[in-house]
């Protein structure tokens, strides 16, 4: 299921979508990395292409994520 997410970024509330899975890592991410969850999209919103949305850039970024944490358990 897909649903709207909204986050306050540099002073703006933004709004987005993603599914519950690609969510619950995100958040995922940000409890492992000690961050709150706001800062970390604030990070990927601003490392993204600007031609592409904030929604891809999530997915993207906990793909990479996922695909980092993979690696790094085949190389031990």
């Known amino acids: 299921m897909i649903a709207k997410h909204s986050a306050t970024l540099h002073?703006?509330?933004?709004?987005?979508?993603l599914e519950e899975p690609f969510w619950q890592e995100l958040k995922s991410i940000a409890k492992s990395r000690g961050l709150p969850l706001a800062r970390l999209i604030a990070e990927i919103d601003d490392g993204r292409d600007p031609e592409g949305n904030l929604?891809?850039?999530l997915r993207l970024h906990v793909l990479a994520w996922i695909?980092?944490?993979?690696?790094?358990?085949d190389a031990l």
């Open 67 to 73: 695909k980092a944490q993979a690696k790094a358990a």
């Open 55 to 57: 929604s891809s850039a």
């Open 11 to 17: 002073g703006h509330r933004t709004s987005f979508t």
